[in-house]
Every structure is written in C-alpha cells, then in structure tokens.
C-alpha cells in the first residue's frame, strides 16, 4: 500500500485490503534457475520418504541444501499445487530439518522469488542502509572528537580514550536488547525506534557540558544506534528474493559511507572551529573548540532525518517470517499481498496453499486470547535460555555459532584498537613528528574514500564460484592484518596514509562479508537472537579495546596496533573451518 504521512506503522494487515493481487497458482509468472527447473521436473507428489529415496537413488549422494543462484528471468507460467509441494518437501528434505515453520517459510521464499525485486525491496534497502550508516557514523564520529575533547576538558590524550569505552557500552546494551527484542516483539518497532534513540541524543551531546555528561549522552547514542546492524539485516533478508540474496553484502556499502561522512564533517568543522594544537591544557574555552560539537550536532540531525524518513516517508510490513514464527499466518500472507500491490505485481499465496504443504495453521502454535498481563507474561518468558539454546540445537549449527562469536569478538576488539584511536595515530606519526589538525582528518578522509568500493567487490566476490562468503571473509581478513602490522614500520605520514588506505579497502570487504554472512546462518525464529549476540560479542570486545589501548600504550605507543593485527589474524584461521558456505543455499 502506498505510504502515507497517517499509516499506522504498527498497524496489522488483512488480505481484503489488497484486491487485485492474487492470481491462481496455474497462471502465475515463476522466476527461477535451470537448477530449480531440474528439482521440478524430478520431484513427484509422493510422500516424503519416497521422495528422499527417490532423490538418493538418482544421484547417489546425501542431497544438500538447494541452490538459488537463480537469475530473475521467467523460466515457467504456471505450477500445481502437487508439483510445488513436491519442490517444497525436496527443498526440506535436503535442509535437514522439517517442522510445518520450515515448510511454510520455504512456500513464502518461493512467492517472494516469484514477484521478484520491486519498489518494496529497494526502498527498504536504502532504508536499512541508512542504519549501517548510522552506525559508522557515530563511530568514527567519536573517534574523530577524541583530541578536541581532552583539550577542552583538561583530560590526557590517554584517558580519553575512556570516551569510546562509554559509547562501546551503549552498543552493547543495544546490540543484545534490539537483537532479542525483534524475536520477541517483532522487526517493526526496533527498526523504528534505534535511529530515534540515537537522533534525539545525537543532538543533545552537540551540548555536553564535561567530559562525563558527554561519555553519558555517548552512552545513549549507542544504545540506539546498537540495534541497527543486527535487526536491519536479518528484516532485509527476510524480504530479500533469493536471487537477490548478494544485495545483502552490497547493504554493507553504507557501513564504509558512513565512516566517509563522518570524515567529511569533521575535516570541515574540526581545524575550523577548534583550539590550536599548542593550546596548554585548561586553557581551551568552549567558545573557541566548537568544531568536535557542531560535527556532533550534525550527524545528530542527520540520524533523527534518518528515522523521519523511515517512519513517516516508509510503510514497513512486519516479516512474514516472524509472523509465521508466531502462528500469525494470515497476518504473513497479508504482509505478502501488501508487498505485491507496493511492487504493482501479483502472487499466488493463499492460507490454503501453506495449509496444504505445511499442515494447519494450528501447527504453528497460533496464541489464543490472552490479557494484558499474560501478553506481557507470555512476551518475557521467550527472553530464555531456550532460545539461546536453540542455537547449538545440532553439531554443525553450533559449531558455526562458537565460530562466529568468536570471530565477531575479536575483529569487535582488532577494528576500534585500530580505527577508533587512528586520528591519535596519524597526528602522532612517530619520530618525533606531529602532524597539524587539517593534515589529520585530511588523511582520515582520504582513508574514508578510498575504503568505499570494498564493499562493492565484495559484492561481487561472496558469488564467485571456488570463492564465496568463506573464502572472501578469511582472504580480507588475512590481509587486513598484514596491513595493520605494515602501518607501524614507518613513521613517515604518507607511508601510513598509503597503508591505511589498503586496510581501509580490504577491511570493508571483511566487514561487508561477515555482516551477509551471519544472518545467512540462521533460520528465522533464531536469526535475531543469533545476529544480536554476535552484535553484542562484538560490542564487549570493543568494550575492552579503549582499556587494552590504554594500559598496552602506555609502554609502548604501537602495542595497540600489533593486538589489533594480531587479532585479525586470528580471525582468519577460525573462517577457514567454518562448516556451512551460504553461496547458493536457501535462508530459513
């Protein structure tokens, strides 16, 4: 339905609201793959287990999960509705798992994949790449106050490093929460109200009156802004055709962006508007050091522009998936009608095909009539071990959880003990040397531009063959590190300029990598809980890297730099046993 400024953002759907969009499952238009016309012309309508017989005996290996690296080219009109429970059941049968969810998220990917990617899909993906820009912006944006904040507050350049410690502490919190929270209550509200959290004190840290209130307001910023990566990139997938699945990397193109933003500003306000290097400190007025503030005061408004546009400018749709998760089937169906009628085409899905290929919806465990009170009972108590539980449910899904957390905590401590300290770094080149304020953020911007289109090969990177998501992650990780290690060899700044442009450029194809890859991973039910706390992981280890940054420094300047590239490479050797590659294979 088109947006408009009195939508009800929250509001539930019913499929009477969108006429027009339904067309029977003979006469629709399919999208799909040489392979997936291969599974239907193979598959028949007997029971499951004559189907997994059948399906060995033909090619003589344990099937595996489907490929879908289909293109978005029409390849048939028309199904029935035996020959798309036969697709569905191979589909399962090769997943491993099979449960009336599992059927029926897969009959939903398969209407999705057949409307293909629309006005719908490419709003919210610039919608939720506003988030990862926010996300980006704020940290560097800190990073970026840091020497203008001791010397207006009379704090050493060591201490100071405290300030990233109090926004690190607001991620994680956010990160943990929001993640959760979208299992629980649904995507719609964290999608909505992160943004709004860090815009309003985005703006009010532009007025922090000392250092503490402003490592408290900083503290507020990340509890919003926290939420972003992990609950906008699971909503994305799960709106995402799976032929379009690499745009989930290409989301990461805003992470980078923001960090150039970031750059941007504060080369234009900070030598501006601050206190001369030189400036003993205690002497340095507010009046006189504005610069770190009116970039403060911008990002703020520009992440509260964020959040007006996403919610007053966007109609978001619950997932589908959730919905089902919640026995809230109809709900589901509705929210693809909806997206239909946005996109201007049509779908096949009715309550009846789901019914027919994954069982009633009582199945699903739809909630009955509950009070207040045992709606918010009901709400806490799925804030378990249970669901957390859920993610060692078998070998290989537990092994890629382990795995996963802990690549996400120690690129959560290697990228801040590098990037959020690098201003410090480049002003203070070594041998001696001092770089002026307008040298340092002219180079931190140089570095913001030319790490951008990693991203962008990674795009192209996660698809390839022999390559994928595991080989991309661990080859940018691995040279990542090298050329952190490389930045200390030299004093001389435009040495470390050129080498931290290279691990700019490959750090972005990490990132980008492993912000795709980890949704991937997980089913649906699970996939906030999974994508949160790797989100948290990985906010505690910055958490401690201002610490180790401190105490590590103090005897030696570039020990902080050696455990940032010492962790990289740690990362690296974990991503070569991950157990599951996502290229190709179908999301939950």
């Known amino acids: 339905m088109p947006r408009t400024m009195f939508v009800n953002p929250f509001k539930s759907h019913d499929v009477s609201e969108f006429p027009g969009v339904l067309v029977p499952l003979d006469q629709a238009t399919r999208r799909g793959s040489v392979s997936s016309q291969r599974r239907i012309s193979l598959a028949t309508s007997d029971q499951r287990e004559s189907e997994k017989t059948t399906r060995e005996d033909k090619s003589g290996e344990v099937p595996r999960r489907p490929d879908s690296e289909a293109s978005s080219g029409v390849i048939n009109h028309g199904m029935t509705i035996e020959s798309l429970k036969a697709e569905i059941v191979a589909d399962v049968a090769a997943s491993d798992t099979d449960t009336p969810y599992d059927r029926k998220s897969k009959v939903i990917n398969r209407a999705l994949q057949d409307m293909g990617m629309g006005r719908y899909q490419w709003e919210l993906f610039a919608l939720c790449g506003m988030g990862w820009m926010a996300d980006n912006v704020w940290l560097q944006g800190v990073a970026l106050t840091l020497p203008q904040i001791a010397v207006e507050f009379g704090v050493s350049q060591t201490e100071v490093r405290y300030t990233t410690l109090a926004l690190f502490l607001g991620l994680c919190i956010g990160a943990s929460f929001w993640g959760t929270a979208s299992d629980v209550v649904g995507r719609r509200l964290a999608f909505n109200f992160t943004l709004f959290l860090a815009g309003v004190f985005g703006l009010a840290s532009g007025g922090g009156p000392n250092w503490i209130g402003t490592c408290a307001l900083y503290a507020c910023i990340g509890l919003g802004v926290g939420g972003n990566l992990p609950v906008d990139g699971a909503l994305f997938l799960e709106f995402l055709p799976q032929t379009s699945g690499n745009l989930l990397t290409l989301l990461s193109v805003f992470w980078p962006v923001g960090n150039l933003i970031a750059s941007l500003l504060a080369w234009a306000f900070i030598p501006n508007f601050s206190c001369p290097s030189s400036t003993p400190v205690g002497q340095c007025q507010k009046a006189d050091n504005m610069g770190w503030r009116y970039l403060i005061l911008t990002m703020g ?123 410090q770094y480049l002003a203070n080149s070594g041998g001696g040397v001092v770089n002026d304020t307008s040298t340092v953020y002219r180079n931190y911007a140089i570095t913001a531009i030319v790490g951008v289109p990693g991203s962008l090969l990674a795009c192209y990177t996660v ?41 700019a450029f490959f750090q972005n194809i990490m990132y980008g990598t492993l912000y795709a890859y980890t949704p991937e991973v997980f089913p649906a039910p699970i996939r906030g809980t999974g994508t949160g706390m790797s989100s948290f992981l990985n906010r505690v280890a910055g958490l401690c890297a201002p610490i180790v940054a401190i105490q590590a420094g103090g005897s030696n300047p570039k020990a902080p730099i050696y455990a940032s590239g010492g962790l990289f490479i740690a990362a690296f050797f974990s991503m070569l046993v991950l157990p599951i590659e996502t290229r190709g294979k179908q999301t939950l």
Request: net charge neutral; proline share 2%.
């Open 463 to 503: 698809d390839l063959k022999y390559i994928g998501r595991k080989g991309t992650m661990a080859i940018a990780t691995a040279i990542t590190g090298v050329f952190v290690f490389l930045f200390t060899i030299s004093s001389d700044s435009d040495f470390q300029l050129a080498f931290t442009c290279l691990e």
């Open 301 to 423: 408004a520009l992440t509260f522009a964020m959040f007006v546009c996403r919610f007053f400018f966007f109609h978001l749709y619950e997932s589908p998936k959730f919905l089902l998760s919640r026995g809230r089937q109809a709900e589901a169906v509705a929210t693809v009608y909806g997206i239909a009628h946005y996109n201007k085409t049509h779908t096949w899905l009715t309550e009846d095909i789901l019914n027919q290929i994954g069982g009633d919806q009582e199945a699903t465990g739809e909630d009955a009539k509950l009070s207040t009170v045992e709606i918010v009972k009901r709400s806490l108590s799925r804030f378990s071990l249970k669901r957390f539980a859920a993610l060692f449910q078998d070998k290989q899904i537990g092994l890629t959880t382990a795995l996963l957390w802990f690549q996400w905590m120690t690129i959560g401590m290697a990228y801040p003990l590098f990037n959020a300290f690098l201003p």
